[in-house]
């Protein structure tokens, strides 16, 4: 399965109401965000789709016509 690069995941993260990408304070390999009172950590290599699809869906509670949404704003396919 294909990954999506950290810099498109920043973009969807930070788009969001209420998040910001934390600094990092110990090693290069995670980037954090928190989003209202969650955290997500993401690897710096990036993720799948499925998994940035689960981490908007069950931690952060978007429906899926919402997350579908966000992936067409930033050129992702399914």
């Given at each position: 399965?294909?990954?999506?690069?950290?810099?498109?995941?920043?973009?969807?993260?930070?788009?969001?109401?209420?998040?910001?990408?934390?600094?990092?304070?110990?090693?290069n390999r995670d980037?954090?965000f928190i989003i209202?009172?969650i955290i997500v950590?993401?690897?710096?290599?990036?993720?799948?789709?499925?998994?940035?699809?689960?981490?908007?869906?069950?931690?952060?509670?978007?429906?899926?016509?919402?997350?579908?949404?966000?992936?067409?704003?930033?050129?992702?396919?399914?």
């Amino acid at each position: 399965m294909s990954l999506i690069r950290l810099g498109t995941v920043e973009k969807i993260i930070i788009g969001l109401p209420n998040s910001k990408k934390l600094p990092d304070f110990s090693n290069n390999r995670d980037t954090i965000f928190i989003i209202g009172n969650i955290i997500v950590v993401i690897p710096t290599g990036g993720i799948t789709i499925d998994h940035l699809g689960d981490i908007l869906e069950n931690q952060l509670g978007m429906s899926w016509w919402m997350i579908d949404y966000l992936y067409g704003q930033h050129g992702i396919n399914r």
